[in-house]
């Protein structure tokens, strides 16, 4: 018996409401059983506590070490420094160049002493190489002979250090900075004999004087460094207790118990996030107090540079606005340890897991602490990056930033947030994931098993292998670019191998290999007429938007001067050449290659079993990066969304590969019809400094037409309902259309 349309809608609605008993019921169970494990115990709880007073401790004895440790110089040729201030006395440097109780240990050596025994540069390697001295000063004879000083180079002083010694390194710098203040002694005495009076050429002086408050300058380093230890520990505080409470239970076999309660998927995964929510934020707050506390101590008894206060202690107050930050970021990293964890058969597993998925989250939580990263419109979009930067605002006490970029960091964090919540219930509601089979895995098996369980479509596994494979050979294709082609014909190379060898072979090849219809399997199939005709235009009315877009992306994120320097050979070539060739290179040729990849093949898989949703998303962000530059990702992103939308409306690669060649063709044709004779060009486009850009007007009308077309393609229904609308006109069970093209 078919339930009917309202009847399916109430019931789905019904599963979505969550009942908040349940949710503290299994969020109380996961809590107690993870307390009663004492190593869980031990991690958040005792850790914190034994490991950063042990790290200052440490740290105190290797400060101690080092101040203890005396540098020991030699000095050979002394004979030499004839006529000269005073550089070196009995058994240190001249008092004018060091402090008195500085521990430099000095030992002076005549030339011939050593010479008469084995030659000076050879005793003097020896020297440094055993140990024996940290650096050796050399004296050559011709430094004697004035004239020769300058001249020539054998007169030169010769400084001997071992690089692979941190203490030769460090006695290195110490002598060269004695050097060069007896030089610059010895120029004044110079002077002054000469009758120049110094202050002549002391014109002005100069004092660098630091505005900051107190409370900035000390939360200057620990706004950048406590952040970054509060979000690694929340992410390690929320990869093994996801681990336990997914895979651990797989191995324990209680799994399957707790999803035969009667509390639904949504309240199994809401307890269990809120529990590994839990234990992140407590193993950040309380590795992050016991550093503050171990710190305040021990900034105290160390001298940094500048003096005991060079750094200062923590602050504390500041500081609590990270308490806020890790709420949402906890919970996001909790949600993303929990369904990579669904996919594992065992701890042992997961941990494998996670481990890639914190190498891939690093460079967000490292990208703050470059140098110059500041919070602005385009990194309060980036994912965590910028919630970490307007935490660092908030410390040093820029409100009125932080709260301008509120909005926008709170409005990514809230989106990855939802879509990490969706992904690990999507894992908890696809039994396959929660109950693989587990069975070893052999290579012969497995190959067998492709080749005879052969589909009209790909599998979403193998449409990622497609989409990751494309990605790493299109990394090391451009790692062989040494330098940019000055010819068309080189550019042409350039183009078409990656187009042809590394974006559309790897396609063919699986696409022959994998499936049994290569026109099924890349989505080639004539859609209703309007649609083409309509993506020509589509591309035509978009493409101010896209070129605003752009604009807009290089005003967020600038590119440097060196690489447009490198880039600018490259774009003169295509304004010099034949234009049909550009258009053919440039336009045709990507839109063929990168939609039959994208939009086709990797689609064709992402799409099965339900995964509308997930093709757009990954099919645009695997688009996007296969562009390499930042800026070009993007704006490649965005309209890999609009791209992947219409060929899920159309079950048609063509309407998108005329869309993509006709955005093409114009961004390499505007330079070409601003410059032309043509007196209409003027209506749509006028030429500015930066370049040619679309008149206002046309934009508007433009963006008018571009939705209309839009909105014509969200008008038409996709083969998926389609089939599903026969299906309940026929009176026959409702199947997912995937699976039965799947299994056709």
């Known amino acids: 018996m078919n339930l009917s349309t309202k009847q399916k809608r109430q019931a789905a609605e019904n599963a979505d409401k969550l009942r908040w008993s349940s949710v503290w019921l299994i969020y109380a169970r996961e809590m107690r059983d993870q307390l009663r494990d004492r190593r869980t115990l031990f991690t958040i709880a005792v850790l914190p506590v034994l490991l950063y007073p042990l790290v200052g401790t440490l740290l105190l004895q290797m400060v101690q070490f080092t101040q203890q440790h005396s540098t020991s110089v030699c000095v050979i040729g002394t004979d030499h420094l004839v006529g000269v201030p005073a550089l070196v006395g009995e058994d240190c440097f001249a008092e004018t160049l060091v402090p008195a109780d500085d521990p430099l240990q000095v030992v002076t050596y005549p030339w011939d002493d050593i010479n008469s025994r084995r030659s000076v540069p050879e005793r003097a390697e020896d020297w440094v190489s055993s140990g024996m001295f940290d650096v050796v000063v050399v004296v050559p004879p011709e430094f004697k002979q004035p004239e020769q000083r300058l001249k020539n180079d054998e007169a030169a002083i010769q400084l001997l250090y071992n690089v692979a010694s941190d203490q030769s390194m460090v006695a ?16 004044n005495e110079r002077l002054t004999e000469s009758g120049i009076d110094m202050m002549s050429l002391e014109l002005f002086q100069l004092n660098d004087i630091d505005i900051a408050p107190a409370s ?48 639904l998927r949504s309240e199994i995964v809401a307890g269990k996030l809120a529990a590994v929510t839990t234990f992140s934020m407590l193993t950040a707050i309380l590795n992050a107090g016991s550093m503050l506390v171990t710190s305040s101590f021990v900034i105290g008894q160390i001298s940094f540079g500048g003096g005991a206060g060079a750094i200062g202690a923590p602050p504390i107050g500041p500081m609590l606005w990270l308490l806020v930050a890790l709420v949402p970021l906890s919970t996001l990293f909790s949600a993303l340890a929990l369904a990579v964890a669904a996919m594992a058969r065992s701890s042992k597993e997961g941990q494998y897991y996670l481990m890639p998925l914190m190498m891939v989250t690093l460079p967000l939580v490292m990208l703050p602490m470059l140098p110059g990263t500041t919070l602005t419109v385009g990194t309060s979009l980036i994912p965590v990056t910028g919630m970490f930067l307007m935490v660092r605002a908030l410390v040093e006490g820029q409100y009125g930033i932080a709260l301008w970029h509120l909005p926008m960091v709170a409005g990514v964090t809230v989106t990855c947030l939802w879509m990490a919540s969706r992904w690990a219930l999507k894992q908890f509601d696809d039994e396959s994931v929660l109950f693989g089979s587990n069975e070893q895995w052999e290579l012969r098996q497995w190959v067998r098993h492709l080749w005879r369980d052969r589909q009209i479509a790909a599998t979403p596994s ?64 004539m859609p209703h007429w309007t649609t083409l005709p309509l993506g020509v235009l589509l591309g035509c009315t978009l493409h101010p938007t896209y070129v605003m877009l752009a604009s807009w992306i290089s005003h967020m994120y600038p590119v440097s001067e060196q690489a447009m320097a490198s880039m600018k050979p490259f774009a003169d070539q295509i304004a010099a050449a034949p234009w049909v060739s550009v258009v053919l290179l440039m336009a045709l040729v990507p839109a063929i290659c990168e939609e039959l990849a994208f939009r086709g093949f990797i689609f064709g898989g992402l799409e099965r079993q339900g995964g509308r949703l997930r093709a757009v998303v990954v099919t645009a962000i695997l688009f996007g990066i296969s562009h390499g530059v930042l800026q070009q990702s993007i704006a490649a992103t965005v309209m890999g969304l609009m791209l992947g939308w219409i060929a899920l409306r159309t079950g048609s690669v063509l309407p998108g590969i005329l869309i993509h060649f006709t955005n093409n063709a114009l961004s390499v044709s505007l330079q070409r019809i601003t410059e032309s004779s043509w007196g209409g060009a003027s209506i749509f486009l006028r030429t500015t400094e930066q370049g040619p850009e679309y008149q206002p007007f046309w934009i508007v009308i433009s963006m008018g037409i571009a939705v209309t077309c839009l909105l014509y393609f969200g008008s038409l229904r996709s083969a998926d309902e389609e089939i599903e609308a026969d299906q309940i006109h026929t009176d026959e069970p409702i199947v997912d259309p995937t699976t039965s093209f799947a299994g056709a």
């Open 462 to 525: 193998q449409a990622v292998a497609c989409g990751a494979a494309i990605l790493v050979a299109l990394f090391f294709g451009k790692l062989a670019v040494t330098e940019m082609p000055t010819t068309f014909s080189g550019i042409s190379k350039l183009v078409l191998m990656p187009q042809l060898g590394l974006i559309l072979a790897p396609t063919l090849l699986m696409a022959t290999v994998l499936t049994t219809s290569l026109r099924k399997s890349l989505r080639i199939r």
């Open 172 to 187: 290195r710098e110490r002598v060269a900075k004695i050097l060069g203040t007896w030089r610059s002694g010895w120029i």
């Open 216 to 263: 900035t300058r000390e939360a200057a380093l620990w706004s950048k460094l406590l952040p970054f230890i509060m979000l690694i520990w929340a992410m390690t505080g929320a990869f093994y207790p996801a681990i336990d409470l997914v895979a651990g239970e797989k191995e324990r076999g209680t799994l399957e118990t707790l999803l035969c309660s009667p509390a």
